[in-house]
């Protein structure tokens, strides 16, 4: 296994993601912002931040496959969301569950980090994810 996900006792518990990844592999792979937007950057599910976050998951995901990795040799995922508020988690997290069997997300998900921004390239644009997994 080149990843291993773990949250250590003494951490705290329950979260959405684990605390710790460890990628023993030797091949790194970068996945650089993902958005709401299909192959031809058509803007998916506009003012919608769970159709959002689902949509740029989906992405993340086909830029993994493209290097032969998926979720589960990630090993730290971020999230930009613009305007965060904490009462914005619940939709945040329904994007997340929406695809996680589809895409085979491990749950609770790599280490994450969840990072709210004023501001992202287009007034559209309400989540993007960057995904760092590494192989053998």
Same mark, same amino acid.
């Given at each position: =296994?080149? !990843? ?5 006792? #003494? =951490? ?22 993902? &958005? ?12 919608? %931040? ?6 740029? %998951?989906?992405?993340?995901?086909? #830029? %993994?496959? #493209?290097? #032969? ?19 914005? &988690?619940?939709?945040? =997290?329904?994007? !997340? ?17 969840? &990072? ?5 390239? =287009?007034?559209?644009? %309400? ?10």
């Amino acid at each position: =296994m080149t !990843v291993q996900l773990l949250s250590p006792e #003494g =951490m705290p518990q329950p979260v959405p993601y684990h605390h710790v990844a460890i990628g023993t592999g030797t091949r790194q792979v970068h996945v650089s912002g993902q &958005i709401s937007r299909g192959p031809d950057g058509t803007p998916l599910a506009p003012d919608d %931040l769970a159709g959002q976050v689902a949509q740029a %998951l989906r992405n993340t995901a086909t #830029g %993994l496959a #493209g290097a #032969g990795a998926s979720f589960r040799d990630v090993v730290r995922l971020t999230f930009y969301v613009t305007h965060w508020a904490p009462e914005k &988690i619940d939709a945040f =997290m329904a994007g !997340v569950e929406s695809v996680a069997a589809e895409l085979d997300l491990p749950t609770p998900m790599p280490p994450a980090s969840l &990072i709210g921004v004023e501001y992202l390239f =287009m007034p559209d644009v %309400l989540v993007e994810v960057e995904a760092t997994a590494v192989l053998d």
